[in-house]
């Protein structure tokens, strides 16, 4: 009977709220420009506002004359202070909790301020409202009645001071709702264990006899946890586990590489959701089934503006409001957030699919790309080629990085990859031409670069031992929590690490 109402009331929520976000749906920039109001006369009176003249700002092009576009190396004076407890820097009143950025784009680890207001407004208003979609989406979910696996980081006190930091999944969790809580597995102390390795099996533990009906978490250390349940159970599938799994909600990194792994442990089909949750903000939503697509979330006290990546590199970008992006161009995100970032490039790149509504996808980072011939390579050429070259040779991709071979005297340049394969390929030669000519096809840069071998001789594909990347990751102390390995970078950093290791 408490499930059923249970269901009902949650039945009841979705359909109210799916109708509220036809407000910014219909109205994107309305719902914009209200949030970027109500962003500016809240932070007035703080150290920021006032040494910008927030006062003085009454349209959007005076927000962008009066406040400078900033990186986090920009910022990070500013939230350093507010880490050790002062008050009214960026934010009214103090800032207890900080999600700690598993760097990846730089060895300096950053800390992500989150406000009460970011809490509630944004992280767990969007938690809300992922649930809602799916259940207007599969009115007939049961997932409400189970439990709901969720992977989390580790948090610390900052030593000396009144704050916090730590994963932002892990920030979420030790801020949750009781309610919340109740429907999440493992509980709240096994979720925050610090030591990946002693974290792992605790969880399998306490999870295997629990009636679990979602997953929560990034694709890659979810995928560690079902292979550790799988192997704990003796079962062949995760459904065997737990009959009523439908659903997988993920974020974090692109699920591409992944699909194939997770099909393998299912002997059922199961629901894919993606998030665009980043320690700056909950941006966008897949809000309908079998979509890649994600719907971008107006309402949540984000304010967003966006610069060309053929221009991010120049020494003044073009930066465009929501109302003048255009369909599949390359954007980098800036954020304006109620956790107090003022115009902040988050370094993620992104590209719009659709108008009416804004709608989203993830191409890569900007700095998660190979130009060093001017190439320009993305991420989501990578991974589209990548997922041609697995089924034209039935593999299944694990974990891959990939980065340059400079020009060395006569010799010309090209790519080096190395791909942890689940399934190896039936010939690694033929996968390297297929990776080749998919990326000829994708991008017209690389493709230029390639004839004939002008600048760019064929790529070296390595094929990596078995956990070669979990061992490199442990190596480099980024086990579990929202640690990503990185995909392609512009040096051999990663590169030349990554191959003594694969030889032991």
Not at 36 to 58: M, N, P, V, W
Not at 109 to 126: G, M, N, R, V, W
Not at 427 to 453: P, V
Request: net charge negative.
């Amino acid at each position: 009977m408490v499930l059923e109402i249970l269901n009902n009331f949650i039945q009841w929520y979705a359909k109210k709220r799916v109708k509220q976000m036809e407000i910014f749906i219909y109205n994107p920039m309305d719902a914009q420009n209200t949030v970027l109001s109500t962003l500016i006369y809240k932070a007035r009176d703080t150290e920021y506002g006032k040494k910008h003249k927030f006062q003085d700002i009454i349209s959007y092009n005076d927000f962008k004359n009066q406040v400078p576009l900033v990186y986090y190396e920009d910022f990070e004076p500013f939230i350093t202070r507010t880490r050790r407890g002062e008050k009214d820097v960026i934010w009214p009143g103090q800032i207890q909790w900080f999600a700690k950025s598993s760097g990846t784009t730089n060895a300096k680890s950053k800390f992500i301020p989150i406000t009460q207001d970011s809490l509630e407004e944004c992280h767990y208003k969007a938690g809300k409202d992922l649930f809602s979609m799916y259940a207007f989406n599969n009115p007939e979910t049961k997932i409400f009645e189970c439990k709901n696996l969720r992977l989390g980081g580790t948090l610390e006190n900052y030593k000396g001071f009144d704050t916090k930091y730590g994963d932002l999944s892990a920030v979420l969790i030790d801020n949750l709702p009781f309610w919340a809580e109740w429907k999440s597995t493992p509980n709240k102390e096994v979720s925050l264990l610090k030591d990946w390795e002693v974290k792992l099996p605790a969880i399998v533990e306490q999870v295997i006899n629990q009636d679990v009906g979602s997953f929560t978490g990034v694709p890659s250390w979810m995928m560690v946890l079902l292979r550790k349940t799988l192997e704990t159970t003796g079962k062949e599938y995760i459904d065997e586990i737990w009959p009523n799994v439908e659903c997988f909600f993920h974020g974090g990194i692109s699920f591409a590489p992944y699909a194939e792994q997770f099909a393998s442990i299912f002997s059922k089909p199961i629901h894919y959701y993606e998030i665009y949750n980043a320690s700056e903000g909950y941006f966008a939503i897949q809000d309908t089934n079998g979509s890649k697509d994600m719907l971008l979330m107006l309402d949540y006290g984000i304010f967003y503006e966006f610069i060309p990546m053929d221009e991010f590199y120049s020494e003044n970008p073009t930066v465009l409001s929501l109302e003048q992006v255009e369909l599949h161009t390359n954007y980098a995100i800036v954020v304006t957030t109620n956790g107090g970032l003022w115009r902040y490039i988050v370094g993620d790149t992104i590209k719009f699919v659709s108008q009416i509504p804004y709608k989203i996808r993830v191409t890569g980072r900007t700095k998660f790309y190979i130009n060093a011939f001017g190439e320009e390579l993305m991420v989501e050429n990578a991974e589209k080629a990548l997922k041609t070259a697995e089924k034209k040779t039935k593999a299944i991709i694990s974990e891959y990085t990939a980065g340059p071979i400079f020009m060395n005297g006569k010799e010309k340049g090209a790519h080096e990859w190395i791909i942890e394969f689940t399934q190896q390929p039936d010939s690694l030669e033929k996968f390297t031409e297929i990776l080749d000519i998919e990326l000829q096809k994708l991008n017209s840069d690389y493709e230029a670069k390639r004839y004939n071998n002008m600048t760019l001789n064929m790529p070296i594909v390595h094929s990596a031992r078995s956990n070669l990347f979990y061992d490199w990751m442990k190596l480099r102390g980024k086990l579990g929590g929202q640690n990503k390995v990185p995909r392609l970078a512009n040096d051999r950093e990663y590169l030349d690490s990554l191959l003594p290791l694969n030889n032991n």
